[in-house]
């Protein structure tokens, strides 16, 4: 079992703007002649990582001693996604969940009201995030109110930065502070072998022809990793054209979590697009699975390089895969990219 601690500390993490700081002293200390340390600190219920009850938002809602411990026990998800959620996107998220979600954003993953309202509607036991806050500043109320107000209590300030997307357990309790309406905890996620089962199913690479319903399914994973993140949707660009491309995917328990488009640019030379991989397989090799496969494919056919523009927040992964950059930073659908490229046959140097 390998246990992660996603807890922040109480006195290092910054405070809520607004919100009292948290200090401690020392009532008594050995080195002063007492025969032990004795000390006391003072905070918010909102320090650090904490959990919501429902009379944060909700008039007369259950206090943080009221709710039952059931919530804070159990299998859960970890999932990273950034930006502002609709509903849709939760709709589609959620069945592929465990009851219990953990969102990590770097801070920047928060719930619109149509969101918080999807999760209520899809029996989720609890939400969390590594945001200080389930909504954006300047919209807290309706997404806390949804959620609280369902009885689904929301787990705040979580570290998920060196924990992968998956499956775990949970532990999260409260403090018993009774009547008051949240209080700080120490969470922890456990991961064993039955947690990771369905991690260890084989995954199958194959091409998929276009204009086919695999194919639909791709550009819909396509469209959730690649684009609305940006605020952008992939069905409003011109997509004639890849009825010329050749289209790979990945699938793993007869599902797909992962795709890449090959468009030939001359006979030695194709470019490598769109690849994406499902959030809840992140961090198990299939995107590099993806890229050998194309490659293989490329030898095959005779291609000689492999070119690629590489978001800037990629170009370590596809480096540890053999491509060297050819570009400066560029910007391309609005955020910074390079270009790169690998020789997969005959002379190793790029030109």
Known sequence: MKIYDISRGMFSTPVYPGDPPATARAVRQIAQGSQCNLSEFSTGCHTATHIDAPLHFVPNGATIDQIPLDPFLGPCTVVTMKGLLTGAEI????????????????GELFLSQSAAFALAESGILLVGTDAQSIGPMNAEQPPHFELLSAGIPI?????????????????????????????PC??????????????????????????????QEML????????????????????????????????????????????????????????????????????????????????????????????????????????????????????????????????????
């Open 186 to 215: 120490r969470a922890v996620l456990l991961q064993e072998a039955a947690f990771s089962q369905a991690q260890s199913e084989p995954v199958e690479y194959r091409e998929v022809r276009w204009n086919t319903p695999e194919y």
């Open 155 to 183: 787990l705040e300030g979580l570290d998920l930065s060196a924990v992968e997307d998956g499956t775990y357990q949970l532990i999260a309790l409260p403090l018993k502070l009774e009547g008051l309406e949240a209080s």
């Open 220 to 351: 819909s994973l396509r469209n959730r990793i690649l684009r609305k993140p940006l605020g952008l949707d992939l069905y409003e660009e011109d997509l004639s054209h890849e009825y010329a491309c050749r289209h790979l995917a990945a699938y793993r328990g007869g599902k797909l979590v992962g795709t890449l488009l090959l468009e030939l640019l001359d006979s030695s030379t194709v470019r490598m697009k769109q690849v994406a991989v499902d959030e809840l397989q992140r961090g198990r090799g299939i995107g590099a699975g993806l890229v050998r496969y194309a490659e293989d494919l490329c030898r095959r056919d005779g291609i000689r390089t492999i070119l690629v523009h590489a978001r800037r927040t990629a170009e370590g992964f596809y480096r540890k895969i053999g491509y060297q950059c050819t570009s400066g930073e560029f910007t391309e659908v609005g955020i910074p990219h390079v270009k790169m490229a690998k020789v997969i046959q005959g002379r190793t140097d790029i030109d």
């Open 91 to 106: 709709d589609a998220l959620a069945p592929r969940c465990e009851k219990r979600i953990l969102f990590r954003g770097d």
